[in-house]
């Protein structure tokens, strides 16, 4: 039965090598290169379990997704707007991973103040487009061509949704 709890440092070992299986595959990330843990502790350590936190669910004792709540954008008027980043392991996807994590990330956001949840998700991604309208999230905005990979632009699709109205 896979677990779900927050992330502890230890932990990013894991969530990075995920992370750089994400970039070698050109449908979840705008990254183009692999990034280091040294890389992300800043990353890590701004986020915290009261705010904005990061999740991790264990399969047999093993990472095998996470998932991330960010600040939408730094200005005060959108704190209770957050971006949700969701990253399955290639090992474990199309086994509900995703879909257990943002269940809980869309049950525990309204303790954590946020009323607005956002996903940013590149328009080849069709698991995650999929995975987010089972959620009833639904299409904010569509930018074409915004993002270059591998010499091949991508469009970026916004996916909202409204928790408290």
């Known amino acids: 039965m896979p677990m779900i709890r927050e992330a502890v440092e230890s932990d990013l070992s894991a969530i990075v090598q995920i992370y ?13 290169d692999p990034i280091s843990i040294e890389s992300r502790l800043t990353w890590f350590h701004e986020h915290t379990p009261e705010s904005y936190p990061i999740w991790v669910l264990e399969k047999e004792g093993k990472i095998a997704a996470w998932l991330s709540i960010q600040r939408f954008h730094p200005r005060p008027a959108y704190t209770a707007t957050a971006e949700l980043s969701i990253y399955v392991s290639p090992l474990c996807q199309k086994q509900g991973m995703g879909r257990i994590l943002l269940q809980h990330a869309i049950a525990k956001s309204p303790a954590l103040g946020i009323k607005t949840l956002v996903g940013l998700i590149f328009a080849h991604n069709e698991p995650s487009l999929k995975l987010f309208e089972r959620f009833h999230f639904s299409e904010w905005g569509y930018l074409p061509g915004v993002a270059e990979l591998d010499g091949v632009e991508r469009d970026l699709v916004i996916m909202g949704r409204r928790l408290i109205s």
């Open 20 to 32: 750089n299986e994400a970039v070698v595959g050109r449908k979840a990330t705008a990254d183009l």
